[in-house]
């Protein structure tokens, strides 16, 4: 049998199209740990990556890579660290970040890994996706041109609201900020809604399920939650997640209700991150990564594409001190397609929801609503500003009738105007019946 010649060139080309080399594990060594902070040596990995830590006992522990410097890398760990000594071994896991996306999270409680938290065995049956999201080319995002039915009457009417338009809920503590948002929540006609529970008290997960949204608003609705005892990666990443999700359904065709309470504690959380890895403090001890989180995770949020549909989103944010000016409040409001301010003298005074119509705006409201519509808003702020600017005057007595026609105007048509402003947390407005109000009473 006659043979061919061997030909080192023709094999060498045959291996290389055929056969994958086999890629060794990478392996570093645990050099240091200080507070938040792990320094590994001997690995390279890109910042975003997940690496393993072993523990004692076989244990391992996930971390994220955070930041570098010459050999070194910066991890910081996904879930409480214990166990860990000098020289443990540290392996990456996976150079991206990704989370199984699908319509079978519809219902679920999950914490900021996706693992459902009522104990039931996790789906993996979706789609696998980077939970840093894909920006979205700003000219061929869809106008927003629809208005969005949020169910209160206030916002409906004096602050309407488009579908794909991110605001911002800004209040201090103890004003009726979770009331309102479970109103929004409730009865906003959106296809999907998503809740990120980020950093606020644990307590608060189940009592919002159970209480607020109920067996019948959650057929609807993923909630992530990650509470404020978690790392802030976790933290960070619970807000990935759910801006991941809210992502896919709008790729769906799906008009969806992000829902993030709150964007203040996402700083907070970030701001750990950062003076951990050695940032420099700013204002308030903010970081500057702080200030460049908070634009990128509102610009995830809006309208897409044109066969996508849309996220409108909704983001707390904590006033510490009612402060308004506070750093995180003032880069959000910037970024934001407006705010609800939320006043605690109203809530002093039993008025809710406490809306401060003085702080509050919606910049879309004059592209979406009628003329007719804007007038009687105008009119009803300006009766309402009017009466708030004048309220010490009138209440010691230095204001005399007649003086200004407007605000004699104003203190008749007070108890109609206050009337309108409350709504009872279980009534609901749709944005015909609150925009005909309006107009009938201050048109």
């Known amino acids: 049998m006659k043979t061919e010649p061997f030909d080192p060139k023709e094999y060498s080309s045959f291996v290389l199209k055929n056969i994958r080399p086999y890629a060794p594990r990478r392996m570093g060594v645990l050099s240091k740990i200080v507070g938040l902070t792990f320094e590994a040596k001997g690995l390279r990995a890109p910042v975003g990556s997940i690496c393993c830590v072993e523990a004692d006992c076989g244990r391992h522990i996930k971390t994220e890579v955070v930041g570098f410097e010459s050999n070194k890398l910066f991890l910081m760990p996904l879930s409480h660290a214990s166990g860990l000594r000098a020289g443990a071994k540290v392996f990456v896991s996976s150079e991206t970040d990704t989370a199984i996306v699908g319509s079978h999270l519809m219902g679920q409680v999950v914490d900021a890994t996706g693992e459902p938290l009522d104990g039931s065995k996790p789906k993996k049956n ?32 004096l602050l309407t609201l488009g579908r794909g338009q991110r605001i911002g809920l800004v209040a201090g503590s103890g004003v009726g900020k979770s009331v309102l948002l479970g109103m929004l929540t409730k009865f906003t006609a959106a296809d999907v809604v998503v809740i990120g529970l980020i950093g606020e008290r644990g307590r608060e997960v189940k009592e919002f399920i159970e209480t607020t949204l109920g067996k019948e608003g959650l057929r609807k609705t993923i909630v992530v939650a990650a509470p404020a005892d ?67 995770l509102i610009e995830r949020a809006g309208t897409g594409a044109a066969s996508e549909g849309s996220i409108t989103a909704i983001y707390t944010l904590l006033a510490e001190g009612d402060d308004l000016n506070d750093p995180v409040v003032d880069i959000a409001r910037a970024s934001l397609d407006g705010q609800v301010v939320l006043s605690r003298s109203l809530a002093d005074a039993a008025h809710y929801p406490a809306i401060d119509l003085m702080g509050s705006i919606s910049r879309l409201m004059p592209l979406i ?16 500003t009017l009466y708030k600017q004048s309220e010490d005057l009138i209440n010691v007595g230095a204001y005399e009738a007649g003086s200004n026609s407007d605000l004699d105007k104003a203190i008749q048509l007070l108890p109609q105007l206050e009337n309108f402003l409350r709504q009872d947390m279980d009534e609901r407005f749709d944005q015909d019946a609150s925009s005909s109000l309006l107009r009938d009473s201050f048109g």
Do not use: C
């Open 369 to 384: 609503s009628s003329k007719e519509e804007i007038t009687a808003a105008n009119n009803f702020r300006r009766l309402w």
């Open 230 to 296: 978690e790392s802030p990666l976790l933290r960070i990443r619970g807000t990935q997640l759910a801006h991941t999700y809210a992502e896919f359904f709008r790729e769906q065709g799906q008009d969806v209700l992000l829902v993030l309470d709150s964007l203040s504690r996402v700083a907070h959380a970030q701001r750990e991150i950062g003076l951990a890895i050695g940032e420099p403090p700013t204002t308030k001890g903010y970081p500057p990564s702080v200030f460049s989180l908070i634009p990128k």
């Open 126 to 157: 979706g789609e696998k996706r980077p939970i840093s999201g894909v920006a979205i080319n700003p000219m061929k995002r869809k106008p927003i041109d629809t208005k969005l039915d949020v169910g209160v009457k206030a916002i409906n009417s």
